[in-house]
């Protein structure tokens, strides 16, 4: 087999490109490296810190000294619990996440009348409704940075704790490649939730499957049952998470680096002024077309980082899914816009009665999902080139420059690694 591979992927999410090794010509399993979709925010413990490891090492030594004080002391306690936080990145939002349960529990107040309330719990219960409707207000947001603080610590955690030594077990010892494969392994574990549920929930309202008369029928929908409203915030979290770690550029940024922030931009909009102008039915549709995606997509690169030879049929099954959910299924979307939006249900402004489905809104839920879909058109116009590449070229080439985890940056992340032991082996003589 060629020694090709997939990406480093840092959001998820931008596009495809082929790379192998420039030998012999020779057919191989893996379709090289591609980046596309919302599957590749960088993980935290893969960014480096500012202070080095070396410069901590001299501090503790500094403290461990014989003239250290007892400020000294404190320093040590300190510096060592930032030095394991950067070892475990996942430890911080764990502590903010536990201390704010434990006040929570300890104030033995678990009515909207805390402060705490939203954070922990679904805001806005409507009284005698059965099973009990859930509106929508400011306080919405105080559950989505809780969402944003979980998903901080639950993707770390499961990166770290599980993905790690699973990737180990496979044999995967270069950290860039085992930096990957734990990336869409991620995924595939996020979206392997969030797709089925989605279709669930779907299942559960009128407008399965993918009915847009339903989009508009009954507009506003201004409230929505439990496990809708929490999916909807859920998912709201996840993305304002990925997009704060993609915004701060705390990545080596890839060439499509606009294209990517451009895609979280638009995804944002359309998440925010769907769920504040009562458009959420749509906005549920359009997440499970990205999220179904998402998934052959992290799938496919896990295998392809597995060497396995299964990752062709999948990629060809990826591909399918993909013009059929991010192309197809959209388009009936955009076409709903354009013909269903004003002729079925209300078509009006009524501040009062929160009625937004009118002239002014229809141009910009089309726009919107129009410039997510020019998005996903360029994406899939670099997979059908990695396909007719990797059917009428056995070996091609990354003609990239700026290829986001070289052989160079992992024998330096390596390198560091090295250090680091040697610096908690000196902690503990």
């Known amino acids: ?77 300190w510096v060592s619990l930032r030095i394991l936080s950067v070892r475990h990145t996942w430890l911080p939002p764990l502590l903010i996440l536990g201390a704010l349960r434990l006040i ?13 309330y939203p954070f922990f719990n679904l805001s806005y219960a409507i009284p005698g409704t059965e099973p009990t409707m859930y509106g929508k207000g400011w306080k919405d947001l105080v559950f989505v940075s809780h969402m944003m603080v979980f998903f901080t610590f639950f993707r770390e955690f499961v990166m770290q704790v599980l993905l790690k030594p699973l990737a180990e077990s496979f044999g995967l010892k270069k950290r860039g490649k085992k930096q990957r494969f734990m990336e869409q392994a991620y995924s595939i574990v996020y979206y392997g939730i969030t797709s089925p ?59 499509d680096f606009k294209e990517l922030i451009f895609h979280h931009i638009v995804t944002m909009l359309l998440i925010g002024l769907s769920y504040r102008f009562h458009f959420t039915w749509m906005g549920l549709a ?6 179904v995606s998402d998934f052959f997509l992290a799938f496919s690169k896990t295998l392809n980082y597995l060497d396995s030879p299964l990752v062709i049929p999948f990629f060809l099954s990826f591909i399918i899914v993909w013009f059929y959910t991010r192309h197809y299924l959209n388009f009936k979307i955009l076409w709903s816009v354009l013909t269903e939006f004003k002729t079925v249900g209300p ?33 899939f116009f670099l997979i059908l080139r990695i396909l007719f590449r990797y059917i009428f070229f056995d070996v091609v080439k990354d003609d990239r420059s700026d290829d986001e985890y070289t052989e160079e940056d992992e024998d330096k992340e390596d390198a560091r690694d090295e250090v680091e032991v040697k610096l908690f082996q000196k902690k503990d003589e």
């Not at 060629?2 to 010509?25: D, E, I």
């Not at 929570?104 to 705490?116: F, I, Q, R």
């Not at 919107?368 to 879909?373: E, N, T, Y």
């Open 1 to 77: 087999m060629a020694n090709t591979k997939f990406p480093s992927t840092g959001a998820a999410n931008a596009h495809y490109h082929l790379t192998a090794p420039l030998t012999g010509r020779r057919r191989h399993s893996s379709v090289g490296k591609f980046e596309l979709g919302d599957t590749s925010v960088r993980a935290l413990h893969s960014i480096p810190s500012r202070k080095t490891i070396d410069e901590q090492a001299h501090d503790l030594n500094k403290m461990t000294s014989n003239e250290a004080t007892d400020r000294d002391v404190l320093s040590k306690l």
């Open 104 to 116: 929570y529990v300890l104030s033995n107040n678990y009515t909207d009348s805390n402060p705490l």
């Open 197 to 255: 549920l989605g279709l669930y929930i779907m299942w559960k309202t009128p407008m399965w499957y993918f009915n847009t008369r339903q989009f508009y029928l009954n507009y506003p929908h201004k409230s929505h049952f439990w496990l809708f409203k929490f999916y909807y915030l859920f998912q709201a979290g996840f993305w304002s998470q990925q997009s704060v770690v993609l915004m701060l550029r705390l990545e080596k940024p890839r060439k």
């Open 286 to 291: 359009v997440y499970i077309t990205m999220d």
């Open 347 to 379: 078509y009006e402004l009524s501040f009062p009665d929160q009625q937004y489905k009118c002239w002014i809104s229809q141009p910009i839920v089309f726009t919107l999902i129009f410039a997510l879909q020019l998005v996903n058109i360029y994406w």
